[in-house]
Antibody, heavy 115, light 109 residues
Framework: QVQLQESGPGLVKPSETLSLTCTVS????????WSWIRQPPGKGLEWIGN???????NYNPSLKSRVIISVDTSKNQFSLKLNSVTAADTAVYYC?????????WGRGTLVTVSS | EIVLTQSPGTLSLSPGERATLSCRAS???????LAWYQQKPGQAPRLLIY???NRATGIPDRFTGSGSGTDFTLTISRLEPEDFAVYYC??????????FGPGTKVDFK
């Protein structure tokens, strides 16, 4: 059974870069689309972007100028970088798998932006 | 951008009752690309329905998805205690590729 695990710093300073990694276990990263989604405390879900295992990406236009998603098939991992963060980027960040719907999710990791 | 609106915002019901949740899109959405998720406090969302009416693996048959075009519905035929949660609809298609509705909270009456 495929499992996803997010990892990275839980605290990031304003104006710096948020970096997270999602490790895929129990299956291959190949032949699937992989997404990042975030959820500010007490609010709804926002899709950040996705990547195909081959490296092609799609981003939410509202975040596109600040986001890079990359994949490392040798490590069965994909990553998120969000630069120039502000307090508004404080959220639980999830990684997930799927093309038209998301059928496997990580547990999520809380990232707080604060000095 | 397609905007999804969910109603009601909160649905207060008792176990055993029927829940009817609505998701309305600002433009027509292909039925193949409409999904529903359940989220409990402190947990990740869980896929319930994909393709508007197909139950995901392991989802009980008391969950039914229906609809087409701009109007979609999630029905829970008889609420179990574990069904009290927040439910989100999601569409796939135009940029941004994924958009979510604001959610409907099903809580205890």
């Amino acid at each position: 059974q495929v499992q996803l695990q997010e990892s990275g710093p839980g605290l990031v300073k304003p104006s710096e870069t948020l970096s997270l990694t999602c490790t895929v276990s129990g299956g291959s990263i190949s032949n699937y689309y992989w997404s990042w989604i975030r959820q500010p405390p007490g609010k709804g879900l926002e899709w950040i972007g996705n990547i195909y295992y081959s490296g092609s990406t799609n981003y939410n236009p509202s975040l596109k100028s600040r986001v890079i998603i990359s994949v490392d098939t040798s490590k069965n991992q994909f990553s998120l970088k969000l630069n120039s963060v502000t307090a508004a980027d404080t959220a639980v960040y999830y990684c997930a798998r799927g093309l038209t719907s998301l059928n496997v999710w990580g547990r999520g990791t809380l990232v707080t932006v604060s000095s | 951008e397609i905007v999804l609106t969910q109603s009601p915002g909160t649905l207060s019901l008792s176990p055993g009752e029927r829940a009817t949740l609505s998701c309305r899109a600002s433009q027509s959405v292909s039925s193949s690309y409409l999904a529903w998720y359940q989220q409990k406090p402190g947990q990740a969302p869980r896929l319930l329905i994909y393709g508007a009416s197909n139950r995901a693996t392991g989802i009980p048959d008391r969950f039914t998805g229906s609809g087409s075009g701009t109007d979609f519905t999630l029905t829970i035929s008889r609420l179990e205690p574990e069904d009290f949660a927040v439910y989100y609809c999601q569409q796939y298609g135009n940029s941004p590729i994924f958009t979510f509705g604001p959610g409907t909270k099903v809580d205890f009456k």
